[in-house]
């Protein structure tokens, strides 16, 4: 996954790393250790989804994004992102900080200047209705963005049970009161960037492997359908955003490595 076209591609997202370590992306957090200052996920907010996942054993938690070359540390970083945007509506700050993503002429860099332009045409109260209604609903929202739905058309199949058995063997665990299964997107994204950026204790290459079992067979169609979505204005551009980084996460997983 270190191929030319590769490096050039993420590293547009350059401006979302900072982006993402300020945005209140969900944290996973261990029953044996505070989170290190120097997280990849540190948070300067808090919510009911704090923390997605919980891991029991976190060997490497004094990994930060230095660790990691160029090229892991952009992924790392654009899950975060991607995992702030679907876990809640942004707040003001994150709006804010959100109208200052800038990009180059990559597909990449101009979905971030979409983004940025879409977070400058909103606010608050509008966001939070469009989240509403694209993701809770009354009853349910517009779009099921859950692994087991795409799949299987249900929620709490078998998709997510292969997910968690897989999770298991890296010591990864859903917080026990958390209300969304692991198969959310928003805590996919979440686990990646913390694969990636080492906040787990997990082998080379199994970042490849979750995305390659768990999110390259339905995820991108998420972000497809969040893209055309009737209720979607600003997350529109999180559609894009997510499509075109998965394009390229798809397109790099099939290079040799």
Not at 18 to 33: C, I
Not at 152 to 163: I, T, V
Not at 184 to 204: T, V, Y
Not at 210 to 223: D, S, V
Request: glycine share 10%.
């Amino acid at each position: 996954m270190r191929g030319q076209g590769l490096h050039q591609a993420i590293s547009a997202g350059g401006e979302a790393g900072e982006l993402a370590r300020k945005s209140g992306a969900p944290q996973p957090l261990s029953n044996a250790l505070p989170a290190p200052a120097n997280d990849v996920l540190p948070r300067e907010t808090s919510s009911d989804a704090d923390s997605m996942v919980l891991r029991a054993d976190v060997d490497r938690a004094h990994l930060g994004m230095s660790d990691l070359d160029e090229v892991d540390a952009a992924r790392a970083q654009e899950y975060a992102l991607l995992a702030a945007l679907l876990a809640r509506a942004p707040d003001a700050e994150f709006l804010g900080r959100l109208e200052k993503l800038r990009g180059d002429a990559s597909p990449l860099g101009l979905a971030h200047a979409a983004v940025a332009e879409a977070a400058s045409g909103t606010d608050v109260e509008r966001i939070n209705r469009e989240y509403f209604d694209l993701f809770i609903g009354l009853g349910r929202g517009e779009l099921m963005p859950y692994g087991s739905y795409y799949l299987s058309g249900f929620l709490h199949e078998r998709p997510l049970a292969r997910l968690r058995q897989d999770l298991a063997r890296f010591g990864i665990e859903r917080v026990e009161n958390h209300p969304e299964p692991e198969d959310h997107a928003a805590i996919l994204c979440e686990i990646m960037a913390a694969m990636i950026g080492g906040r787990f204790d997990a082998p080379p290459g199994a970042d490849h492997e979750i995305f390659q079992k768990h999110l390259a067979p339905w995820i991108g169609r998420f972000f497809a359908d969040l893209e055309r979505a009737e209720g979607a204005d600003f997350y529109r551009r999180i559609g894009t955003l997510g499509r075109v980084f998965i394009q390229i996460e798809t397109e790099a997983s099939a290079l040799p490595s």
